[in-house]
């Protein structure tokens, strides 16, 4: 294969090649190393390499699957692989070293897949940007000045600078949907339960993540949750199986759905020019393929879904550093992680617990009230974020809320509570970029981000938000299907 066809292939394609003896596991392997470590050092996507292990995995036999020889990357937050380092962008777990494979790996092993390295991730998954500052940030493909987004930031950046045709992905709050937005990708957000978190895992973040991939091809993405979903031993969740596989779902059109759009910012301020006309023409667009688009929202108060998310994320947060305790066999200190997630930390440690059970509350009243909505429509549409992708270092904290942090660390904790709402004006500087995502992992909706157009000015991809009813992904990958068929995407890569 020349180093300027390999990108020409998805995922399936590439399986497909290697099917018909065109071309062997290793020679795509080899080709995917070359561009690996051509353009990484550009991008930073890649921050763990495997090539080792992936050729074992070839050396050792790959199982007849649909994906047989296809390479893959992980994200490096919750998908364990045995005897390679697992992360999670912090200089905390840089030495830890798991002995298991989670269950989501095991299945992409199953499927076929060469596992070749783990991508970049801020640390422990908390931002909607990917600039940890341990292994530094993450570049967007399309423009390196810019963020890939986050938090499965070097996945989506490896895939769209044609590293891998698929990347992993972990979503508890738009870290799918997001960075597939900033790098022009299509990015499936899962129901709540549909993919494994075991066997370390039940409920991550109350049960804001799941598991999925970053890829250019609907039909991959599809393919790919054929082959990972579903329950694992002990897991809290089981729903419902669909009727057929969700690649043959997309075979044929959806049916003439109602879809509901909005354009309004769900916490105030101004939505971006480009963003706003990604949904408008998208609305149109949909309409010329004979679906039924009306302007219309649920009634939410996002304000409060807001607050419950910061609230989550201040006792997850806690909680995790004490779980990083009994991992690392020793006390975590402040300088073992960012200022900003020790802060997160120690907010944790102020916040009444009775608020943990307030937000679930508000999460499972907003999943009742959506289900209302879809009695009237099939889909919810929106932009994926309200800002095209930021420039790297926009959005992490500045100088002065780095000394607002380290004049935190000095109280005690009856004391923290008095900042706990100057912390949350800057999580909502962060939320008001990427205000639309958080609600499907709130109710556990399939939710996806659609690579549909681009700015003008900056060439930078705009990407526009679907969510469908609790376990509806086929409604969602057939209108997926049925738009990448009407407005290509798949030739459109940066140039890099």
């Given at each position: 294969?020349?180093?300027?066809?390999?990108?020409?292939?998805?995922?399936?394609?590439?399986?497909?090649?290697?099917?018909?003896?065109?071309?062997?596991?290793?020679?795509?392997?080899?080709?995917?190393?070359?561009?690996?470590?051509?353009?990484?050092?550009?991008?930073?996507?890649?921050?763990?390499?495997?090539?080792?292990?992936?050729?074992?995995?070839?050396?050792?036999?790959?199982?007849?699957?649909?994906?047989?020889?296809?390479?893959?990357?992980?994200?490096?937050?919750?998908?364990?692989?045995?005897?390679?380092?697992?992360?999670?962008?912090?200089?905390?777990?840089?030495?830890?070293?798991?002995?298991?494979?989670?269950?989501?790996?095991?299945?992409?092993?199953?499927?076929?897949?060469?596992?070749m390295g783990k991508t970049n991730v801020p640390e422990f998954g908390l931002m909607g940007v990917t600039e940890p500052e341990f292994f530094g940030p993450?570049?967007?493909?399309?423009?390196?000045?810019?963020?890939?987004?986050?938090?499965?930031?070097?996945?989506?950046?490896?895939?769209?600078?044609?590293?891998?045709?698929?990347?992993?992905?972990?979503?508890?709050?738009?870290?799918?949907?997001?960075?597939?937005?900033?790098?022009?990708?299509?990015?499936?957000?899962?129901?709540?339960?549909?993919?494994?978190?075991?066997?370390?895992?039940?409920?991550?973040?109350?049960?804001?993540?799941?598991?999925?991939?970053?890829?250019?091809?609907?039909?991959?993405?599809?393919?790919?949750?054929?082959?990972?979903?579903?329950?694992?031993?002990?897991?809290?969740?089981?729903?419902?199986?669909?009727?057929?596989?969700?690649?043959?779902?997309?075979?044929?059109?959806?049916?003439?759905?109602?879809?509901?759009?909005?354009?309004?910012?769900?916490?105030?301020?101004?939505?971006?020019?480009?963003?706003?006309?990604?949904?408008?023409?998208?609305?149109?667009?949909?309409?010329?393929?004979?679906?039924?688009?009306?302007?219309?929202?649920?009634?939410?108060?996002?304000?409060?879904?807001?607050?419950?998310?910061?609230?989550?994320?201040?006792?997850?947060?806690?909680?995790?550093?004490?779980?990083?305790?009994?991992?690392?066999?020793?006390?975590?200190?402040?300088?073992?992680?960012?200022?900003?997630?020790?802060?997160?930390?120690?907010?944790?440690?102020?916040?009444?617990?009775?608020?943990?059970?307030?937000?679930?509350?508000?999460?499972?009243?907003?999943?009742?009230?959506?289900?209302?909505?879809?009695?009237?429509?099939?889909?919810?549409?929106?932009?994926?974020?309200?800002?095209?992708?930021?420039?790297?270092?926009?959005?992490?904290?500045?100088?002065?809320?780095?000394?607002?942090?380290?004049?935190?660390?000095?109280?005690?904790?009856?004391?923290?509570?008095?900042?706990?709402?100057?912390?949350?004006?800057?999580?909502?500087?962060?939320?008001?970029?990427?205000?639309?995502?958080?609600?499907?992992?709130?109710?556990?909706?399939?939710?996806?981000?659609?690579?549909?157009?681009?700015?003008?000015?900056?060439?930078?991809?705009?990407?526009?938000?679907?969510?469908?009813?609790?376990?509806?992904?086929?409604?969602?990958?057939?209108?997926?299907?049925?738009?990448?068929?009407?407005?290509?995407?798949?030739?459109?890569?940066?140039?890099?």
């Amino acid at each position: 294969m020349a180093f300027d066809e390999y990108t020409q292939f998805d995922g399936m394609g590439i399986a497909d090649l290697i099917k018909k003896g065109e071309i062997s596991p290793y020679e795509v392997l080899e080709e995917a190393i070359t561009r690996t470590e051509r353009i990484n050092p550009k991008i930073n996507a890649v921050i763990t390499k495997m090539y080792d292990e992936a050729k074992r995995l070839i050396e050792q036999g790959l199982p007849e699957a649909p994906f047989k020889g296809v390479p893959i990357m992980l994200k490096d937050i919750l998908q364990l692989y045995r005897g390679v380092r697992y992360t999670l962008g912090s200089k905390l777990f840089k030495d830890y070293v798991p002995d298991i494979d989670s269950e989501y790996v095991k299945r992409l092993k199953k499927a076929g897949f060469v596992i070749m390295g783990k991508t970049n991730v801020p640390e422990f998954g908390l931002m909607g940007v990917t600039e940890p500052e341990f292994f530094g940030p993450a570049r967007n493909p399309w423009n390196l000045e810019h963020t890939p987004g986050g938090s499965s930031g070097g996945s989506a950046a490896a895939v769209s600078a044609g590293l891998v045709p698929i990347a992993t992905g972990n979503d508890g709050g738009g870290s799918i949907r997001i960075p597939s937005s900033c790098c022009g990708l299509f990015g499936l957000k899962p129901s709540r339960g549909r993919t494994p978190n075991g066997p370390t895992e039940g409920e991550v973040w109350m049960g804001l993540v799941v598991q999925h991939v970053i890829t250019r091809s609907v039909r991959d993405s599809a393919m790919v949750l054929d082959l990972t979903h579903g329950a694992d031993v002990g897991s809290p969740y089981e729903i419902k199986e669909p009727n057929y596989s969700y690649y043959e779902a997309i075979q044929t059109p959806p049916e003439r759905l109602r879809i509901a759009f909005s354009v309004d910012m769900p916490l105030g301020g101004k939505l971006h020019p480009a963003c706003r006309s990604a949904v408008l023409k998208t609305a149109q667009l949909l309409e010329d393929l004979g679906h039924i688009v009306e302007e219309a929202k649920p009634e939410l108060s996002f304000e409060e879904l807001a607050q419950s998310y910061i609230v989550g994320m201040f006792g997850e947060v806690n909680f995790f550093l004490k779980r990083a305790e009994k991992l690392l066999n020793r006390r975590v200190k402040r300088g073992d992680v960012e200022d900003t997630t020790w802060l997160i930390a120690r907010i944790g440690e102020a916040v009444p617990i009775w608020k943990a059970s307030w937000a679930k509350f508000v999460w499972d009243s907003a999943a009742r009230t959506m289900g209302q909505f879809h009695q009237r429509y099939d889909l919810y549409m929106t932009p994926t974020m309200s800002y095209p992708p930021a420039k790297i270092g926009e959005l992490t904290p500045s100088d002065v809320e780095r000394k607002v942090v380290a004049l935190i660390e000095s109280l005690r904790v009856e004391k923290l509570s008095i900042v706990v709402k100057n912390f949350e004006k800057l999580a909502y500087r962060q939320l008001s970029r990427m205000p639309f995502t958080q609600l499907a992992n709130q109710t556990g909706q399939p939710a996806m981000s659609v690579p549909l157009y681009m700015t003008k000015n900056s060439n930078l991809p705009i990407g526009v938000h679907f969510m469908a009813k609790f376990g509806d992904e086929v409604t969602l990958l057939k209108l997926a299907a049925q738009l990448e068929k009407a407005k290509p995407w798949f030739d459109r890569m940066p140039k890099i």
